[in-house]
T-cell receptor
Framework: AQRVTQPEKLLSVFKGAPVELKCNYSYSGSPELFWYVQYSRQRLQLLLRHISRESIKGFTADLNKGETSFHLKKPFAQEEDSAMYYC???????????FGEGTQLTVNP | NAGVTQTPKFRILKIGQSMTLQCTQDMNHNYMYWYRQDPGMGLKLIYYSVGAGITDKGEVPNGYNVSRSTTEDFPLRLELAAPSQTSVYFCASEYRDRDPGYTFGSGTRLTVV
């Protein structure tokens, strides 16, 4: 069965510093990978997905099939980036998302 | 276009009581999902539906039931509430083949005492 691991439950950085939220997965096929974000008192929302190869709010994520990772990166963190971040995996032919346990990011002034 | 709407936002139940969590979407999405979010545990899939009249179990279906009589609505039923069902419940929807990526509701915080 597929599994998503986010090794850091809490991550704290200073404004302007680079940030990397780690995500590792286990899945035998070719997955779709997503990052979702939940700001305080707001609903979960899609941040980005690997098939789009896009940059949203300065965040990027590259799928590394060799290391089975999909780390989320931003070169200069902002205070408004403080939120809970979830990495998620979808099977090749499926519809259900498997979520990691989440990383709470705090960006300090 | 309201997106995914969940009601109620908060609820306290006594052990053994029943309730229905409502979820409706106005985006004509074909897929709908119910997840529960427990602290430090991420989101676990309870039930999902790939279209009206079709539902299937997820990872943690015990103690819950669902129905999908219309494309828009996907209610989640708790028949005999237990303290273990204290959680935050999220409904989500998706148009699978056109725009993969979930749209979430704002959640229902349920406490069973």
């Amino acid at each position: 069965a597929q599994r998503v691991t986010q090794p850091e439950k809490l991550l704290s950085v200073f404004k302007g510093a680079p940030v990397e939220l780690k995500c590792n997965y286990s899945y035998s096929g070719s997955p779709e990978l997503f990052w979702y974000v939940q700001y305080s008192r707001q609903r979960l929302q899609l941040l980005l997905r690997h098939i789009s190869r896009e940059s949203i709010k300065g965040f990027t994520a590259d799928l590394n099939k060799g290391e089975t990772s999909f780390h989320l990166k931003k070169p200069f963190a902002q205070e408004e980036d403080s939120a809970m971040y979830y990495c998620a995996l979808k099977e090749t032919s499926g519809s259900r998302l498997t979520f990691g346990e989440g990383t709470q990011l705090t960006v300090n002034p | 276009n309201a997106g995914v709407t969940q009601t109620p936002k908060f609820r306290i139940l006594k052990i053994g009581q029943s309730m229905t969590l409502q979820c409706t979407q106005d985006m004509n999405h074909n897929y709908m999902y119910w997840y529960r979010q427990d602290p430090g545990m991420g989101l676990k899939l309870i039930y999902y539906s790939v279209g009206a009249g079709i539902t299937d179990k997820g990872e943690v279906p015990n103690g819950y039931n669902v129905s999908r009589s219309t494309t828009e609505d996907f209610p989640l039923r708790l028949e005999l509430a237990a303290p273990s069902q204290t959680s935050v419940y999220f409904c989500a929807s998706e148009y699978r083949d056109r725009d993969p990526g979930y749209t979430f509701g704002s959640g229902t915080r349920l406490t069973v005492v």
